[in-house]
T-cell receptor, first 110, second 113 residues
Framework: QKEVEQNSGPLSVPEGAIASLNCTYSDRGSQSFFWYRQYSGKSPELIMFIYSNGDKEDGRFTAQLNKASQYVSLLIRDSQPSDSATYLCAGGGGYQKVTFGTGTKLQVIP | DAGITQSPRYKITETGRQVTLMCHQTWSHSYMFWYRQDLGHGLRLIYYSAAADITDKGEVPDGYVVSRSKTENFPLTLESATRSQTSVYFC????????????FGPGTRLTVT
C-alpha cells in the first residue's frame, strides 16, 4: 500500500509566523510531490509541486523534498488568516496517479 | 468560461439505487479523474481517463462504473449504491500527462440512506 502520511493537526500559528507542514511517504518510486490547499467545503487547489531534492520557493511558500528520508514539507512564511485551510500532500510515481495524504489543518491566529 | 463543473452538487439516494454523477470540463483537457473524499482517508482515486474511450482503475474502483465517450464529459455511476459510498466526490482534469496541475470541480456530496 503506497501511503502518504500527514499529521491531521490542527496546527495553530500566530499571524506573521512561519507555518511548517510535514509529510512522509512510503513509496520510494514516487517522483513528484504536490501540496494542495483546501478551504472548508471547497475543492483542492494546487499551490506547489516539487520533484527534485532540495527547496523550491514561490512567493511565501517553500516546498522541501528529501528523497533519502522520504520527507516532504511546506513552509508558509508571514502566515495570514487567509492561509487557514487544510493542506493536502500528494505524491506519485508518474503524473497520472497520485496518492493523497489525509491533510493537515492549519489555523492562523490573528 | 465555466471550467469544470459537477452535477448534482448534492444528492440523497437510497441503498440499492443506481445514481450517476456528472462531470463536465470546457478546457478540452485530456485527463480526467474521479476521487472520493472521506474523513480519515483523504482523497482516494476511483477511476481516471487519459482520453475519450480510455479509462483505468484507481485505488477504490469497486462498485463504480465510468465512461468517456466525449472528451469533455466523464460520468461516474454507482450501479447499486451502498451506505459506504456516502462521501464527497470530486472530479478533476488536467491538460496532458506531462502537466502537474489537476483542476478540481466543486464536488458532489452524496448521501446513501
Amino acid at each position: 500500500q503506497k501511503e502518504v502520511e500527514q499529521n491531521s493537526g490542527p496546527l495553530s500559528v500566530p499571524e506573521g509566523a512561519i507555518a511548517s507542514l510535514n509529510c512522509t511517504y512510503s513509496d520510494r518510486g514516487s517522483q513528484s510531490f504536490f501540496w494542495y490547499r483546501q478551504y472548508s467545503g471547497k475543492s483542492p487547489e494546487l499551490i506547489m509541486f516539487i520533484y527534485s531534492n532540495g527547496d523550491k520557493e514561490d512567493g511565501r511558500f517553500t516546498a522541501q523534498l528529501n528523497k533519502a528520508s522520504q520527507y516532504v514539507s511546506l513552509l508558509i512564511r508571514d502566515s495570514q488568516p487567509s492561509d487557514s485551510a487544510t493542506y493536502l500532500c500528494a505524491g506519485g510515481g508518474g503524473y497520472q496517479k497520485v496518492t493523497f495524504g489525509t491533510g493537515t489543518k492549519l489555523q492562523v491566529i490573528p | 468560461d465555466a471550467g469544470i463543473t459537477q452535477s448534482p452538487r448534492y444528492k440523497i439516494t437510497e441503498t440499492g439505487r443506481q445514481v450517476t454523477l456528472m462531470c463536465h470540463q470546457t478546457w478540452s483537457h485530456s485527463y480526467m479523474f474521479w476521487y472520493r473524499q472521506d474523513l480519515g482517508h483523504g482523497l482516494r482515486l476511483i477511476y481516471y481517463s487519459a482520453a475519450a474511450d480510455i479509462t483505468d482503475k484507481g485505488e477504490v474502483p469497486d462498485g463504480y462504473v465510468v465512461s468517456r465517450s466525449k472528451t469533455e464529459n466523464f460520468p461516474l455511476t454507482l450501479e447499486s449504491a451502498t451506505r459506504s459510498q456516502t462521501s464527497v466526490y470530486f472530479c478533476a482534469s488536467k491538460r496532458s500527462g506531462l502537466d502537474h496541475e489537476q483542476y478540481f470541480g466543486p464536488g458532489t456530496r452524496l448521501t446513501v440512506t
